[in-house]
């Protein structure tokens, strides 16, 4: 490793079982294996995830492991190369896909590692990226394209959601609902219009993501807490084709099933907090309905996907990336989150001192 790394690191961790996240000062800097990739860290998403880790809610306390460094969504430089490594080279600037599965299991081996069932994730399982540096593992390096800015290098990861979602569930030519808005659900609307959807509706409880899901491309949103269903399956012939579910609550997956046409394709995304009741019989069965279970992004085809559309210049992701701040400003990008005032916030990580490290911040600063 270069000598110009320093040993330790500020970080945010989860260190204790209650809610919140602590700014810890001296953190080693993770010494990368030999077929990792040392990556100085530039720019991080704050994700949802992040912020059920942040509230200490009962998937996090069953899953998370304590005393990590939290993060997974980041763009940064390689600093370093462990000495099994055989095309990243340092200077590359670079994201990753969060997900790390085990490389062996048959959905590993059959081009689905997404579903891995040891899948480690960054951040959740290992150290991961709020912090400026972070090691993962070679293979799940992904070189950034020279033309895509930092700011959205920084969220490929829920925009890889996103695309994944739209892609599984097929949108060119259909109409598409989809109900709640938030970060995810937003990139959808501008991906399903990228990816060909005929009309777009939308269905949220926040007004200002609804006028957003408006300026996106939607053609017409709805407030989730006033009845919609019998009024959107009027505007589009017995319901919308395709549904992405994208809120995880129980009523807008019920409804956004009862509102989808006979044959309709439904994908959820979001995760409901508990188990969810629902008539299959009425809303599936005789329906002839197809329901696709998303998780996470393939591994590439998604990625390759998500660059071209962003090269395309057919997203529009400024408006969703609501705020850049300072990594010691957490508290504030968490506060943000849960008022509403921001959707997605990106956190700018400082490097520490250390001729290697300034060498990319100046860098990635031109770029971002
Ligand atoms: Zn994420
Ligand atoms: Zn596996």
Redesign the pocket.
């Known amino acids: 490793m270069s000598t110009s790394l320093p040993a330790s690191m500020p970080a945010i961790c989860k260190l204790n079982d209650a809610p919140g996240l602590n700014f810890c000062q001296d953190v080693p800097v993770p010494e990368p294996g030999p077929r990792d990739v040392l990556v100085a860290v530039t720019h991080a998403?704050i994700?949802?995830?992040?912020r059920h880790i942040y509230e200490w809610d009962a998937w996090s306390r069953n899953r998370v492991k304590l005393g990590i460094t939290t993060g997974?969504?980041f763009v940064g430089r390689v600093v370093a190369v462990g000495e099994a490594t055989q095309r990243i080279e340092v200077g590359q600037r670079v994201s990753a896909e969060?997900h790390i599965g085990c490389g062996f299991c048959e959905a590993c081996r059959t081009g689905n590692g997404h579903i891995c069932e040891t899948v480690d994730i960054l951040g959740i399982d290992c150290n991961g990226c709020f912090a400026p540096f972070i090691s993962v593992p070679e293979t799940n390096i992904w070189p950034v394209h020279p033309e895509i800015p930092n700011k959205v290098a920084a969220v490929f990861?829920?925009l890889g959601n996103a695309v994944h979602t739209v892609m599984a569930a097929g949108v060119s030519g259909k109409t598409v609902l989809i109900t709640g808005v938030g970060i995810i659900g937003l990139m959808a609307v501008t991906v399903a219009k990228a990816a060909g959807a005929t009309r777009i509706f939308v269905t949220d409880v926040d007004p200002r993501r609804l006028e957003l899901a408006m300026k996106l491309g939607a053609e017409q949103s709805f407030d989730a807490r006033q009845p919609w269903v019998d009024k959107l399956r009027q505007t589009c012939r017995g319901g919308p084709q395709v549904l992405l579910e994208m809120s995880g609550h129980a009523t807008a997956i019920r409804h956004g099933l009862e509102a989808l046409h006979n044959g309709g394709r439904a994908a959820l995304l979001g995760i409901p907090a508990d188990e969810v009741k629902l008539d299959l019989s009425e809303l599936i069965i005789f329906r002839g309905a197809t329901v696709l279970g998303i998780n996470g992004r393939k591994m590439f085809e998604t990625w390759y996907q998500m660059e071209n559309l962003i090269l395309s210049e057919q997203l529009e992701l400024d408006s969703i990336i609501t705020h850049q701040i300072d990594m010691k400003d957490f508290e504030t990008g968490f506060a943000m989150m849960q008022s509403g005032e921001a959707i997605k916030v990106v956190m700018k990580i400082p490097q520490s001192e250390g001729e290697a490290c300034q060498t990319v911040n100046s860098t990635s600063e031109q770029l971002s």
């Open positions: 998403g994700c949802g995830t992040d997974h969504e969060g990861d829920p």
